[in-house]
């Protein structure tokens, strides 16, 4: 985050490497395409518990996978084959395929971005929510909502929540065209989705139990009986 605020440009992205502190600037200035940042209403009531969760859990693996690979410092030092080969509990291996998977797709990205290629990085969005929704588990209903109405919407490459999750805002990537009429039935149609789930907008409190119990596909099961719009 630091990093970001003081030596972000416009219409470029950084590609930092936590490790050594080393970055570079990619133009992300796609013509064919533009960002657009959608808000859930929702707070981020779970994320200093859950989230912070989430990384000791990593640690907790690293640890692990150590005793077999002691040359591992984190998981950028992990393969997919190696967290196959390691005997991990179910939780810990779809944390570490998720930082895995997504290190992979940061690098896919920068190559989309280099190439203009918009539908590769749309795809990556979308890929990349999937993950959070369903290995890293710090999304919320509301969050997979607005990226299963994009995905499903004429005009739209990708989406996928932004920040640590649960609840706050989703980023999409939209056709360079006049989107007034979408995104005001997207508005009109969250709105009926929220009301139909019981939500109060603006101010809910996730359900722990419901997540924990594998919401992720009871809310793709309202998304799809929501009957489209965010």
Same mark, same amino acid.
């Given at each position: 985050d630091q990093y970001a605020i003081m030596l972000s440009r416009p219409e470029q992205v950084m590609l930092l490497d936590c490790r050594t502190k080393q970055y570079h600037f990619i133009n992300v200035e796609l013509y064919d395409s533009?960002?657009?940042? *959608?808000?859930? /209403?929702v707070k981020h009531k779970l994320i200093d518990s859950d989230y912070n969760q989430r990384a000791i859990e990593c640690k907790e693996a690293i640890v692990i996978m150590q005793q077999q690979f002691p040359e591992i410092m984190s998981l950028r030092d992990v393969t997919l084959d190696m967290i196959d080969e390691v005997n991990l509990p179910e939780s810990l291996y779809r944390r570490c395929r998720f930082v895995i998977e997504e290190n992979l797709r940061v690098h896919e990205m920068?190559?989309?971005?280099?190439? /203009?290629?918009?539908?590769?990085?749309? /795809?990556?969005?979308?890929? +990349?929510?999937?993950?959070?929704?369903?290995?890293?588990?710090?999304?919320?209903?509301?969050?997979?909502?607005?990226?299963?109405? +994009?995905?499903?919407? /004429?005009?739209?490459?990708?989406?996928?929540?932004?920040?640590?999750?649960?609840?706050?805002?989703?980023?999409?990537?939209?056709?360079?065209?006049p989107r007034r009429r979408r995104v005001a039935g997207g508005e009109s149609g969250h709105r009926r989705w929220r009301?139909?789930?019981? *939500?109060?907008?603006?101010?809910?409190?996730?359900?722990r139990q419901a997540r924990a119990g594998g919401s992720g596909r009871a809310a793709r099961r309202r998304c799809?009986?929501?009957?489209?719009?965010?």
């Open positions: 533009r960002w657009l940042l *959608i808000n859930t /209403k920068m190559f989309a971005f280099e190439n /203009k290629d918009s539908d590769t990085a749309g /795809k990556l969005l979308f890929a +990349s929510h999937n993950g959070l929704r369903d290995l890293y588990e710090v999304s919320c209903p509301e969050l997979d909502h607005l990226v299963a109405f +994009s995905e499903t919407t /004429k005009g739209v490459y990708g989406a996928r929540m932004m920040g640590g999750g649960f609840g706050g805002c989703a980023c999409a990537r939209d056709r360079a065209a009301d139909s789930a019981g *939500i109060a907008g603006g101010d809910r409190a996730r359900d799809a009986g929501a009957g489209g719009g965010y």
